[in-house]
């Protein structure tokens, strides 16, 4: 009784809601994960040259850096109605929105990897005969992927959530649901698309850690202290622990 | 480009900027939201991170809450405080959304800003015979400054940024512009909307960084980049 009641009712959780429209729900979900795997694909595609750039011309980083964190500043509801002369009512203005966004931290957190890199190491392959393109690729790239990964799992949670924004030209995923649900105070479907977003947030984050760990097996045989650096024993309080 | 041109001259149009629902309003609106929520924001992070800072304690809290913050989407936020019973009681619902996304970065940048002052210094500063008290405000609260300011400026981004996309359920502020412009498909006035809350955000940061240099304890430290944790 209660299962068919709830709908009508107007709950927050309904059962009923998800059996009746579980295929609108995974079509919002599908829509939500392809425009945002797109977004950070690309936007990975972008930032990787921009980041090169950056280092080998230090005149240009000042202004990639610079350009990239003043569009970080746009509104993200602003920079999507910016971009509508352009692309129209498309996914392709969402996820162009989407890329320029995650180019500040991916940017940032490329040229951060990189600059981890020990000179030594650096020294040590060019003195076994590998020439840039393969002390990039064999070399730099696997050290700065520590960082480059943690950009990656930033990057990828935040477009995760400024999808649903996307709605605003009918394009966001399980924002377009929540979207829908506001005329009719729909509770169950405002609650059910909020949560799915969330948790698709988590998985995708929980996947590229585990990404992490299978590219980078070297990283759990060094003892974890490594990285706990900053928060020296100092005076009778106990050291923080996981910061970073 | 003709939009674009189209766009600049909704700007220029005088009778778009009065009224209930003229660009001044909607500033308004825009202005007083944010100010109330960056204020109540720094009333309560601020203090808990000094505090957390100060002791030493909490650093996963701190650090966590940040996640958390990126995980969850403002929109859904807002909209599932417009299916509830908030929804009529003003601008309350956006209020309490925007402090909710303002406490992250607040938090986590002071919090982490006081445990990276150097402990050598601190020690120092106890070998003199610093009470705790005088520790926090004439030691860890300058070495913690440039962080607090950074907190405060990506704090103040997203403030602005929440209180447009309020707009897309129902609330105020220059959001309001674009989505009723989407409304009645009218895209110069999405764009000049758009342009106005772009802007906006951009003077907020630039009056930040400003006001940063103006009034930063210790300006040699001020060439320090801001960050974001990773």
């Known amino acids: ?244 | 480009m003709g939009v674009l041109g189209e766009a600049f001259g909704w700007l220029t149009t005088g009778a778009n900027w009065s009224g209930d629902s003229g660009v001044w309003r909607r500033l308004e609106e825009h202005i007083f939201v944010s100010g109330v929520a960056l204020a109540l924001a720094c009333a309560i992070a601020l203090p808990i991170a000094l505090y957390l800072g100060h002791i030493g304690k909490g650093g996963a809290l701190a650090i966590n809450i940040s996640n958390v913050g990126r995980a969850v989407p403002v929109f859904a936020v807002l909209a599932l405080f417009m299916v509830s019973p908030l929804r009529n009681s003003g601008s309350v619902p956006t209020i309490i959304a925007l402090v909710l996304f303002a406490v992250p970065p607040l938090l986590t940048n002071a919090y982490v800003g006081m445990r990276e002052v150097d402990s050598a210094v601190v020690e120092a500063a106890r070998g003199m015979g610093m009470s705790g008290r005088q520790l926090f405000v004439r030691v860890e609260l300058p070495l913690a400054y440039p962080l607090i300011m950074t907190g405060l400026r990506s704090a103040s981004v997203q403030v602005v940024a929440t209180a447009t996309i309020a707009a897309m359920v129902g609330q105020g502020g220059l959001g309001r512009i674009i989505t009723a412009g989407f409304n009645t498909y009218n895209t110069p006035q999405v764009v000049a909307g758009a342009l106005l809350v772009a802007l906006l955000a951009l003077l907020v940061e630039g009056v930040l960084v400003a006001l940063d240099r103006v009034i930063d304890p210790a300006p040699s430290l001020a060439a320090r980049p801001s960050r974001t944790t990773v």
């Open chain 1, 1 to 244: 009784m209660s299962t068919q009641g709830c709908l009508a009712a107007n709950d927050w959780i309904c059962g009923e809601y998800l059996r009746s429209r579980s295929q609108e729900l995974i079509d919002a979900t599908v829509q939500h994960v392809w425009i945002t795997a797109v977004s950070v694909v690309i936007g990975l595609l972008v930032a990787f040259p921009l980041a090169l750039l950056a280092r080998s011309r230090p005149t240009f980083a000042g202004p990639v850096l610079g350009l990239t964190t003043l569009l970080y500043t746009i509104p993200s509801l602003a920079m999507f109605s910016l971009l509508l002369p352009l692309f129209g009512l498309s996914a392709g203005l969402v996820i162009t929105g989407l890329v320029l966004y995650s180019l500040t931290i991916l940017v940032r957190n490329i040229i951060a990897g990189l600059e981890s890199v020990p000179e030594e190491a650096r020294e040590a392959a060019r003195g076994m005969g590998y020439g840039p393109g393969r002390l990039l690729w064999e070399v730099e790239l696997p050290l700065a992927l520590p960082a480059l990964m943690a950009g990656l799992r930033i990057a990828t949670v935040s477009t995760v959530a400024l999808t649903t924004v996307g709605s605003i030209v009918g394009r966001g995923g399980l924002g377009n649901l929540i979207e829908d649900a506001l005329p009719s105070f729909f509770k169950a479907q405002v609650l059910t698309a909020s949560v799915l977003c969330v948790l698709l947030a988590v998985v995708a984050d929980l996947l590229l850690l585990g990404v992490q760990r299978l590219l980078t097996p070297w990283t759990r045989i060094r003892p974890a202290r490594t990285s706990r650096r900053k928060a020296a024993p100092t005076g009778p309080a106990g050291a923080v622990k996981a910061v970073g």
